[in-house]
C-alpha cells in the first residue's frame, strides 16, 4: 500500500501564496500520475492538476490554470503545488492523489488509487 502525505496547507488572505507538498511512503509501486484534487464544504471533490510522469505533461483545471503550477521529483515521488493569486473560492481540503496508471489528466476521482488524508487551506477575503 501506498500512503500519501500532505503538508503545506494553512490560512492566507486573497491574493497570497502557499505551497503543498506531498511525499510517498509504504510498499514501492510504480506510479505513473500525482497530482492533486480539491474539496470544499458542501461540493463534491474537484480535479485541480496532475502530471505524468513518463510523459511528463501536466493537466490542470481552468479555474486554476495559470495560478497554480505542479512540479515533482520523479525519483522521490513527491509533488508539489505552487499556489499564486489565491482566491476565496479556492478555500478547501486538498487531496493529493496517485494512480498506478497513466490516466492523461482523467478528472474523476474514481480513477485514482491511492489518496493522502487532506490539508486544508483557507483563503481569507
Known amino acids: 500500500q501506498v500512503q500519501l502525505v500532505e503538508s503545506g496547507g494553512g490560512l492566507v488572505q486573497a491574493g497570497g501564496s502557499l505551497r503543498l507538498s506531498c511525499a510517498t511512503s509504504?510498499?514501492?509501486?510504480?506510479?505513473?500520475?500525482m497530482g492533486w484534487f480539491r474539496q470544499a464544504p458542501g461540493k463534491e471533490r474537484e480535479f485541480v492538476a496532475t502530471?505524468?510522469?513518463?510523459?511528463?505533461?501536466?493537466y490542470y483545471s481552468d479555474s486554476v490554470l495559470g495560478r497554480f503550477t505542479l512540479s515533482g521529483d520523479t525519483a522521490k515521488n513527491m509533488v508539489y503545488l505552487q499556489m499564486n493569486s489565491l482566491k476565496p473560492e479556492d478555500t478547501a481540503v486538498y487531496y493529493c492523489?496517485?494512480?498506478?496508471?497513466?490516466?492523461?489528466?482523467?478528472?474523476?476521482?474514481?480513477?485514482?488509487?491511492?489518496w493522502g488524508q487532506g490539508t486544508q487551506v483557507t483563503v481569507s477575503s
Open positions: 492523489v496517485a494512480a498506478s496508471r497513466s490516466l492523461g489528466g482523467d478528472r474523476w476521482p474514481g480513477s485514482y488509487h491511492y
Open positions: 502530471v505524468n510522469w513518463s510523459a511528463g505533461s501536466t
Open positions: 509504504g510498499r514501492t509501486v510504480t506510479v505513473r500520475d
